[in-house]
């Protein structure tokens, strides 16, 4: 009897359960929840559920898609590099150029010459200082020197025959005012001597590289004699050329002027080339001395010397020398060559 009664109560709890699903054999997908909707932006989004059929699943749409990856951007775009701040921008130099120098630029401070001439007075007793000054300048400052120099003494062979040439000169005094002696000459060995000069000078330093000379001159030759006021140049030109120029003015009226130049090229520490020339001019013929107005006559040589000692030199050469104008037909007239070639071998030496 109880078992009839429980299977009664089992049938009617499960009638309505089957009448509930007796219509639901297929399961109704969710309604969209964007159905009905435009989107916003101008291109439509992907339905989420669209394309989801029941029981498969789809992955999450990437949030990237479509999307090209930005680069990073340059911190530095449209910017243009600002130049170096000077640190002297903006302030005015002129209040410190004035304290540095108050005249033109570089000028020192008037403060400089409030002072005495010589600061040592503010020391010592001024006058005591004047006599110790002139004492240092008497001892070191004014130097008496005394130089003597052979420039040439030498012999030469021109068509068979020997000649002696002499060509001296020396100097005495200080730095500025100079007694300067000058002699040269020639001649053949065993006669007098066909020709030779003096000259006794007052050199004065007119510039660290030159000195002006003025003084006399005298001949010696067996025929006339001739005396001469000098007035010339010595020196040093750049690249240390020798120059010695002078003007003549004889005794009867006849000006004349004389050049002479060379230059020591060192090839070592001892062996020396030097050129030189020497021309003379005239500006009127003196037919008693065989001399012709214009250019009259030239020299020039090589000589190649040797120091054993720098005050002893001796050396090798050659020299041409000709006559021009009425010079050479002096020369002509007289049974003697216009010019020639010489070889030489002499001495150049100093103390």
Not at 159 to 176: K, P, S, T
Request: glycine residues 10%.
């Amino acid at each position: 009897m109880k078992a009839r009664h429980l299977l009664l109560l089992g049938a009617c709890m499960a009638a309505p359960a089957l009448g509930q699903h007796e219509n639901h054999g297929a399961v109704q997908a969710p309604e969209d929840a964007h159905a009905g909707h435009e989107p916003a932006a101008a291109e439509p989004q992907a339905d989420a559920h669209a394309g989801h059929g029941t029981g498969a699943v789809q992955p999450p749409a990437d949030a990237h898609a479509g999307h090209a990856p930005a680069a990073a951007a340059d911190p530095h775009a449209g910017h243009a590099p600002a130049a170096a701040a000077d640190p002297h921008a903006g302030h005015d130099m002129t209040a410190a150029t004035t304290a540095a120098a108050p005249g033109s630029a570089g000028d020192p401070p008037a403060e400089a010459f409030s002072g005495p001439v010589h600061a040592a007075d503010l020391v010592f007793d001024a006058a005591s200082m004047a006599a110790s000054r002139e004492l240092l300048r008497s001892e070191h400052g004014d130097i008496t020197t005394l130089w003597l120099m052979a420039d040439r003494l030498e012999m030469r062979r021109d068509d068979g025959e020997n000649h002696y040439v002499w060509d001296m000169q020396g100097r005495y005094g200080g730095d500025l005012d100079r007694l300067w002696v000058k002699t040269e000459g020639e001649g053949t060995p065993g006669d007098a001597a066909e020709r030779s000069e003096l000259q006794l000078l007052w050199s004065r330093a007119i510039h660290p590289w030159f000195d002006v000379q003025a003084g006399l001159r005298h001949d010696f030759r067996p025929g006339p004699e001739r005396s001469h006021v000098v007035i010339g140049l010595q020196g040093l030109l750049p690249y240390r050329f020798e120059v010695d120029a002078a003007a003549f003015v004889s005794d009867d009226g006849d000006l004349s002027a004389r050049l002479e130049g060379e230059y020591d090229l060192w090839l070592t520490q001892r062996l020396i080339a030097q050129p030189r020339v020497e021309v003379e001019f005239a500006a009127s013929d003196v037919p008693e001395l065989g001399i012709g107005s214009g250019l009259n006559s030239a020299e020039i040589g090589l000589r190649l010397r040797y120091q054993v000692k720098r005050e002893f030199a001796p050396y090798i050469g050659v020299e041409y020398e000709r006559a021009f104008g009425g010079t050479a037909d002096f020369a002509r007239l007289a049974g003697n060559e216009e010019g020639g070639w010489n070889a030489m071998l002499g001495i150049q030496a100093w103390f």
